[in-house]
C-alpha cells in the first residue's frame, strides 16, 4: 500500500510526488494504484501559455515540449510554471486494494480531480493540441494513487461543461457544509466557483436567508440575476475594503457568511469588514494571502472563523454535477460562458 | 462613530489605516476612542533590526530614526519592512461610547494588542533606547480605535513575562474553542506559540486524550518535557512530510487536531498528512501559505477543516495570562526563556 505514491518517486528521495522532480510511470500497477489510458490532457492556462510562447504559437512545436516535459519528468508538470493541469481517459486497469475497485472498471470514463504535478505519465503520442481550449489530445498512460481524486465522465452531460464545474467542484461542495436556511451570504466574485456557490446557497437555504453577489463587473452581476442565481447584488471593488464595507451596510448590513471566490489579489480585508463577529469567510480566492487573513482579523477586532477553500470534500463532484442537473439556468450559464466545446 | 479609524488616515484617502502612508494622531478624541500616554514602544523585531542596521547601531542615532518615521507617518510603522510592534502607556482618556468606557479609567496600565502600523501615535522624546529587548522607552500619546484591542497589564505578573505572552495569545484561545477531552492533538513547533497551547490542551483535555509536541530541536521538545506541557515529543523536520508521517504512523497513528506553531514556512504539507481525516488543521505559523495549504490538501485528498488561525479571540489577553497564572512550570519557562526583563 502506497497511498500517496511514494515508490513512484524518482528524484529527490523521499519528497512527495508533486514536489518531485522526476516520477516513474513505467513501475507495474500497484495493488492500491489505478491506471488510466489517457484521451486528452488539460493543460493548466498558465503553463499553456508559456509553452504556446516558447513554441511561437506552433501546435507541432507545442506537442514536442509536452513530450519532452513528460518525457524527462514522467509528468506534465511544466519546469517554468510549477503548474499541472488534468486529464481525461479510460479507467485500463485497477488494483484490488484501490478504493475504487469496486465501483470502477475497465472502460469507464473519467476526468482525473489531482493536478497532473503529482500524475504519474506516459505519453506515447499527440494527436492534436487545441490551443483554443487549452487542450492536448494524446494516447498515453497516467497512475492514480488510492489517495488521487477522480470523478466518473456524466454520459448526460456534455463532457467540456463537466470539466469547466468539476474544475472548481470544491467551492460548492465546501459551502453545502456551512450553509443554513435563514443565513444572510455574500459571495465575493460572480465567475464559475462563484456562481457554483450561488447555485448551492440557492439550494440549502431553501428559501429562507439570501445570498447576494458582489463582484466589479456589473455584467457579471446582471448574468448571475438572469440565471436566478441571486437576488441582489452588490457592484463593489473588493480591493477596496473601505468602499466594501460602505456598499454592505448601505445594503443592509454584514453577513452570517462571506465566501470569496474573488479572481484577484487584496480581497481579504473586504471580506473581513463584510462579515459579523462570529461569522464565517470562506476563501476560495487562490490569491488570498494567509498573514493579510490573520493580521487582517486581529488589527479590526473581528472574531470570525476563517476557513482556508479545501479543494476536497468527499462527493465534490457528485454535488456539483447535480447542481448542473437540476438548475437549468445554471447550465445554460455554464454552456454560454465557460464550456467551450 | 469611527471604529476602524478613517477619519484618522491623511493619506492616501479611503485607505484602512494599515494600509494608509500617513495618520493624524492630533484630531480631538472621538467618542468612540481610547487615548494612551505611552511609556514604552515593543518594536517588531525585524523592524528594530532594520534600524539598528541603518543606524549603525547607535543607540541615539535609532531614537532619531524613531521619532522622524513617527513625524512623518503619524505612526511607527517602518517604511522598509512595513512591520510595527506594540505599545504600553496608561488610558490618558476614554471616549464615552468605546465599547470600555464602563471598565477602563484614566491611569490604568495596557498594553495594545493591534499592531502599530495602524495606531496613530505622536511622540514628544525618546527616554531610553534598549536593544537587548527591542523596546523604545518614550514620551507621546497614541490612539486606539473602538476595534483595537488591548489588554489590562496584571498586578500580580512582570511586564515582560506578560508581554511575552500577550504576544501570541491568540493561539492558545482559539485552540480552546476546538480542544474537547478525548482529542489526540499534534503541536508542531515548540516556541512560544506552541507552549501555550500544549497548557491549554493539558487543560482542555483534562486527562482524556493526549496532546503530543513536535519540534526539529531535541533541547526545544525536552523544555516542554520538563515543563510538564505534554507527556510524549515526536522529533521531527516538519518540512519533510514523508518523514513526519513516518513518525507520527509509527507514534501510533494520525491526529484529531493539529495545530501548526512552527517559525519556517513548508510545514503544510506535514501538518494535512499528519491529521485524521474528517479531522483539523489550526494555521498558527505566519509562514504559512495559503495555496499550500488548500492544494496540498486536494492533492492528497484530504478532508480535513483548514482554519486560519485568527489572532483575535474575544478574551484571549485573559486566558493566556490564566495559564501562566495557573501553570508555575509554563510561567518558569517563558520566565528562562522569552521574558528578558
Not at 519528497?15 to 518531485?20: D, F, G, I, K, V
Not at 461543461?161 to 474544475?167: E, R, S
Amino acid at each position: 500500500m502506497d497511498p500517496y505514491g511514494l515508490r513512484r518517486v524518482v528524484s529527490p528521495r523521499g519528497a512527495l510526488p508533486q514536489r518531485a522532480d522526476v516520477l516513474d510511470p513505467a513501475l507495474p500497477l500497484g495493488e492500491d494504484e489505478l491506471a488510466v489510458a489517457v484521451e486528452a490532457l488539460n493543460v493548466d492556462a498558465a503553463s499553456f501559455r508559456q509553452l504556446e510562447s516558447a513554441a511561437g504559437r506552433d501546435p507541432a512545436r507545442i506537442a514536442e515540449l509536452v513530450l519532452e516535459i513528460v518525457r524527462t519528468r514522467g509528468k506534465l508538470q511544466n519546469p517554468v510554471t510549477g503548474s499541472g493541469g488534468m486529464l481525461v481517459g479510460r479507467v485500463r486497469a485497477i488494483g484490488e486494494r484501490h478504493p475504487a475497485a469496486a465501483s470502477l472498471r475497465p472502460g469507464d470514463r473519467i476526468a482525473t480531480l489531482v493536478s497532473l504535478t503529482l500524475t504519474p505519465l506516459r505519453l506515447d503520442r499527440v494527436r492534436a493540441v487545441r490551443p483554443e481550449v487549452e487542450r492536448v489530445e494524446c494516447d498515453g498512460e497516467a497512475i492514480l494513487f488510492a489517495t488521487g481524486l477522480w470523478s466518473r465522465l456524466p454520459e448526460d452531460l456534455p463532457e467540456h461543461l463537466a470539466l469547466a464545474a468539476l474544475d472548481v467542484c470544491g467551492a460548492p461542495a465546501l459551502a453545502a457544509r456551512l450553509l443554513r436556511p435563514g443565513m444572510s451570504v455574500l459571495v465575493l466574485g460572480a465567475g464559475k466557483s462563484g456562481a457554483l456557490v450561488l447555485a448551492q446557497a440557492r439550494e440549502s437555504l431553501a428559501g429562507s436567508g439570501e445570498a447576494v453577489a458582489a463582484d466589479r463587473s456589473e455584467e457579471a452581476l446582471a448574468a448571475m440575476l438572469r440565471a436566478g442565481l441571486c437576488r441582489r447584488t452588490l457592484r463593489v471593488d473588493a480591493t477596496d475594503a473601505v468602499a466594501t464595507l460602505a456598499a454592505v451596510e448601505a445594503a443592509g448590513g454584514r453577513f452570517d457568511l462571506v465566501v470569496n471566490c474573488a479572481s484577484v489579489p487584496g480581497t481579504e480585508m473586504a471580506s473581513l469588514l463584510a462579515v459579523k463577529d462570529g461569522g464565517t469567510v470562506l476563501f476560495f480566492s487562490m490569491a488570498t494571502s494567509f498573514t493579510a487573513a490573520a493580521l487582517g482579523a486581529e488589527g479590526v477586532g473581528k472574531d470570525a472563523t476563517l476557513l482556508v477553500g479545501n479543494g476536497y470534500v468527499p462527493g465534490h463532484a457528485e454535488l456539483t454535477l447535480g447542481l448542473l442537473r437540476r438548475n437549468a439556468a445554471l447550465r445554460a450559464h455554464f454552456e454560454a460562458r465557460y464550456a467551450r466545446p
